[in-house]
Each structure stands twice: as C-alpha cells, then as structure tokens.
C-alpha cells in the first residue's frame, strides 16, 4: 500500500487556467504538508496543515489556496496559474510535530505541474 | 533553522563505504540532525537522525563530532540503488512546524 499518495502524477496545463493536486495519506499522521522543487532541484516547504488546521504559510502566494476536507487529505488548489509556478510539487505526512521528537516526514512521488 | 554547508557532488565505486560529510558550524543545542536522500524522480525518503551521539540503522550511520559542528552519513557497502541526492537538515526540537529547510545537498554517483 502507498503510504502518500498523489494525484495526478503530471500536469500540463495553460497559464491563467486554475488546477487542482490532491494528496492522501494512508499513515494515520496528523500533519501533512505541501514542498514545492523548482527546475533547480531545491525543495521548499510551503504550507503545513496539522489535524486540519494551517500552522505554517511560508511566503507563498495567495493565488496557493491548501485545502484539508480530513487529517488524511491536503489538497493545493492554485489560482490564475503562471510560468513561473512550474515545478514538481510533494506532499508529506508525519506525526504531530508539536512536541519534542523530531518524527520523520514520508513523502508522496511528487506532481509536475508544467505551465505553458 | 541553522545553516547546513554540504559537497555539491561526491563519486563512490559499489560495494565500498561512503563518506558524505556535513558542516552546520551554527547548530544550536536543541538542533536535530537529518538525513534525507532522494532518489531521481522520487520524493525525498528519510534515512537517519541523531542529536549527540552516533546513531546506527539498517540503511546508514551518523556520526556526529564532539562539538556538533559537523557530521557524516556513512554508507556502509555503496550499491546502485544508493545514487541519490543527499541532504543534511537541521531542526530545532522545540520548533513547532516539523517542516524541513531542504539545502542544495550532495548529488551521490555509485561507479559499477
């Protein structure tokens, strides 16, 4: 069984047009959280959900919208969409982070989005 | 978090241990040590974490020196499979995101 999982695998879509990426897992974990890794390869955390509840927005634009409907759940819903947001986006699961052990983060195969 | 400083690429032949070193000259005492490694089109997988002592698993050890300042992720018998990029991370413990700060890390190539 995949632990998390994304949907869809590839993305290819025109600029302005509004697209959605879902990612599920299947772990049990209360936090989940969106990477984004541009063409450069470097890998930037974007948001992370605990228990349905936003705690961390780094600086990302509005036009980014996550969306947690259950703790298994954490859809990215991108607005207007541009050149620029072209990349391989990852979801990640780990357990309740808000303690003092540091639990690993288990990461889905990734979604590349390509804007054209 | 702090900062971690690391080769961009290193070779190894297979079968033979790995090296892969880490700098993080700014880690503070409540700083955790990580290790992810991504394969190519893979999300990253994790591989090992310690805070002061050296730490052993199925996939890996982390050594980590004295004053913390470095460490080094020792692949014991390199494989194939083990071609990967390679990234040292730091967390604060008491920090409450659990999201990591991902560096450049170190693109490993495994020589048959």
């Known amino acids: 069984d995949t632990a998390v999982s994304q949907t869809p695998k590839y993305l290819v879509t025109q600029m302005g047009n509004d697209k959605s990426i879902k990612c599920e897992q299947n772990?049990?974990?209360?936090?989940m959280y969106w990477y984004k890794q541009d063409s450069k390869k470097f890998l930037k955390i974007m948001f992370s959900y605990n228990n349905k509840e936003l705690i961390i927005n780094e600086t990302v634009p509005n036009r980014f919208s996550p969306k947690s409907p259950d703790k298994a759940h954490l859809n990215l819903h991108i607005n207007s969409l541009e050149l620029g947001d072209s990349a391989v986006y990852f979801c990640?699961?780990?357990?309740?982070?808000?303690?003092?052990?540091?639990?690993?983060?288990?990461f889905g195969p990734g979604t590349r989005l390509t804007v054209t | 978090d702090a900062k971690t400083t690391q080769p961009n690429s290193m070779e190894s032949n297979e079968e033979e241990p790995v090296h892969l070193p880490c700098n993080h000259s700014?880690?503070?005492?409540?700083?955790?040590i990580h290790w992810y490694r991504q394969l190519p089109s893979q999300g990253p997988e994790y591989v090992i974490h310690?805070?002061?002592s050296n730490v052993n698993n199925r996939m890996a050890s982390l050594a980590i020196a004295e004053d913390r300042k470095s460490s080094t992720l020792i692949l014991h018998r390199a494989t194939l499979r083990d071609a990967a990029v390679y990234y040292c991370?730091?967390?604060?413990?008491?920090?409450?995101?659990?999201?990591?700060?991902f560096g450049t890390g170190t693109s490993l190539t495994v020589i048959p």
């Open positions: 310690g805070l002061t």
């Open positions: 700014t880690i503070s005492g409540t700083d955790y």
């Open positions: 990640a699961s780990s357990q309740d982070p808000r303690g003092l052990v540091p639990y690993e983060q288990y």
């Open positions: 991370i730091l967390r604060d413990v008491v920090y409450t995101g659990n999201q990591f700060y």
């Open positions: 772990l049990g974990h209360d936090t």
